[in-house]
């Protein structure tokens, strides 16, 4: 019982945090140079024309008139209509989320294996030689700009020799597999690094707690010790940093979708930014918090499994 009424009361903390996202997004492209509706419609077309799509957007009320009503339509569920595609919103975000949203699972499991393996390797041979090479790989995956090695990988494995697609979803599972090892890869590479300093860092403390001491002294082995005590308790600091670096995944999908032409949500939005559609873009911006949102209640939920101690 107490786990439901956290659980209602951390969506109704989201409100405010939509209703704050909802405004930002809109002033922000209110006050983006540009009309859309001259994108739409081209410099010839005619003054009533334009005075007619501005009437049937109600692009020719106040900007505080537009946001209520925005807002109004928003607590009903409706999105708003797309400018540029000419459907609603929600017709676009059920047919390009699911891509992004396949993207990084596909990241967060290319991402996982790694970051275990290469964090324990290097906090039980801490300073050694592959300590040492692991950090300084880690180091170096930081500076690598992803956009960067999107490009470099597109060019050499997908150009040069062809083994994956350079852009597209395709049309079955294996294929989605295939379009989008290459985004998957280039982001997880950058993400790894950041997981793997906060695990070892993690294990590092773990290790030198005193149950650690007083399990051997009663004869436990310490590959039992660790399997059974350092490591889960060291997996709550990065869980909660995995909460936030999915958010980074939503956000960098942005980059990896428009370098390798993904139809997902962040190509739909930069796409939608460059047209000024105002109502793709505050939709996508709000589904993309509420994923947020709904991430971290789902790693409190999971810390609070894992650990009794953390009661949500």
């Not at 490009?151 to 599972?173: D, K, M, N, Y």
């Amino acid at each position: 019982m107490n786990t439901l009424r956290y659980i209602a009361f951390r969506l109704l903390q989201a409100i405010p945090v939509l209703l704050g996202v909802s405004i930002i997004t809109f002033t922000l492209m209110a006050a983006t140079p540009g009309d859309p509706v001259r994108l739409l419609v081209g410099d010839r077309a005619s003054p009533e024309t334009i005075a007619l799509i501005r009437d049937r957007y109600g692009l020719d009320e106040p900007i505080l008139m537009q946001y209520f009503t925005y807002l109004k339509n928003l607590v009903v569920g409706d999105l708003g209509a797309s400018l540029r595609y000419r459907v609603p919103v929600s017709q676009l975000i059920t047919q390009h989320y699911p891509v992004t949203l396949f993207l990084v699972i596909y990241t967060i499991v290319l991402t996982l294996p790694p970051v275990i393996a290469l964090a324990v390797w290097s906090a039980k041979r801490q300073n050694g030689p592959a300590d040492q090479v692991i950090r300084m790989l880690g180091v170096l995956g930081l500076a690598v700009p992803v956009f960067w090695l999107a490009l470099l990988f597109a060019r050499f494995f997908g150009v040069t020799l062809g083994w994956f697609p350079v852009s597209g979803f395709g049309e079955t599972i294996p294929d989605h597999f295939r379009h989008l090892f290459l985004p998957a890869l280039s982001t997880a590479i950058w993400v790894v690094p950041i997981l793997v300093r906060t695990l070892r860092a993690a294990l590092l403390e773990e290790m030198n707690r005193d149950y650690v001491v007083t399990g051997q002294s009663k004869g436990l082995g310490d590959r039992q010790i660790f399997r059974t005590h350092v490591f889960p308790n060291s997996v709550l600091p990065t869980l909660n940093l995995f909460a936030v670096i999915v958010a980074y995944l939503l956000g960098g999908s942005v980059i990896v979708e428009t370098v390798y032409a993904v139809p997902g949500m962040g190509k739909l939005m930069v796409d939608s930014i460059l047209a000024r559609d105002y109502f793709v873009v505050q939709g996508a911006t709000l589904v993309f918090a509420l994923t947020t949102i709904l991430v971290m209640l789902a790693v409190d939920l999971l810390s609070a499994l894992i650990d009794p101690r953390v009661t949500p």
